[in-house]
């Protein structure tokens, strides 16, 4: 692995908590009920589907990837009666900023700590003409001003690297000739794999159970029972699932690869802004990251493996 795709994978389990306080923070959630999007999946496709601009279901099923359409398409068009996208840019990122406020345990008006800010300043430096092409979500959302404020030019900064990461992810998972729900039952059975294998006393790696269970990610992304059953089907017809859905040795050699390809795919940003640079930022992104962190249940399908949370303690 180059040292620009180690530090891709290192900050991305950094950032990524701090991104989640958008869905995982009672802040969050409230701005866009407040706004008048009430459950928490308007708000979540308004939210993230804002940068692209008010489009129907179709550029969402593509950039989102591993959501069943029939899922995307009650929620677009329709939500863009009840919200502007940018107004839900601004109510996702006050939501946002109050969660990770207060998380960090800074009152209203509390200035950050000259720690934080640094942080925020080098984290907006790695967004720095970050390569949009072939980004459908990173792109738009690196077109967005970068705000003034610390812990919102924080917050953005976080966003725009974590979907950069997605886009690539989508485009390993696309390349291994994998769909939308294929990819989410390999990924379960690559949790389910090293979950026996702990069992076992063999080499799990890392906790788990974060979210990654059929029973847990199938219905968050809107999948039907027979739409799973025929995907993991074709996964164990080319050898990557056992007959109980578990990874095979070759299923988990494909998801070690699709992983490493998106570490690859994700590491330009890093090489850009430096090394030392970047051993400062995860220096000082920690115990923001950590301070994030708490906001995430045990249990979550945002992708951050137990090993790589700040805190991996069950």
Known sequence: MSDSAAAARQLWALFEPVHAVTYFTA?????FEQAGLRGFWRGYFAGR?????????????????????????????????LIT???????????AVAGLGRLLGLAAGEPVTASIETAASLLAAAIEDIDGAGRPLGGPNAAQPIPAAPLARLWH???VLREHRGDGHVAALVAAGLDGCEALALRSGVELARSAAGDAGGPARGPAGRGWFRDEVQPARGWTDDEWEAAAGRLADQGWLDPRGAATAAGLAA????????????GRPWARLGRDRT????RLLGPVSQAASAALPLRNPIGIPGHLLPDASP
């Open 255 to 266: 998801h070690l690869s699709i992983e490493a390809a998106t570490d690859l795919a994700a």
């Open 157 to 159: 900064a976080a966003t």
């Open 49 to 81: 589907a804002a940068p692209i601009g008010a489009v129907g279901a179709p550029p969402v099923i593509a950039a989102f990837f591993s959501f069943a359409p029939a899922m995307v398409a009650r929620a677009l068009p329709a939500v863009w009666q």
């Open 279 to 282: 051993e400062e930022l995860a």
């Open 27 to 31: 802040e969050g959630r409230a701005a």
């Open 85 to 95: 996208p940018e107004r839900a840019l601004l109510v996702r990122s006050e939501g």
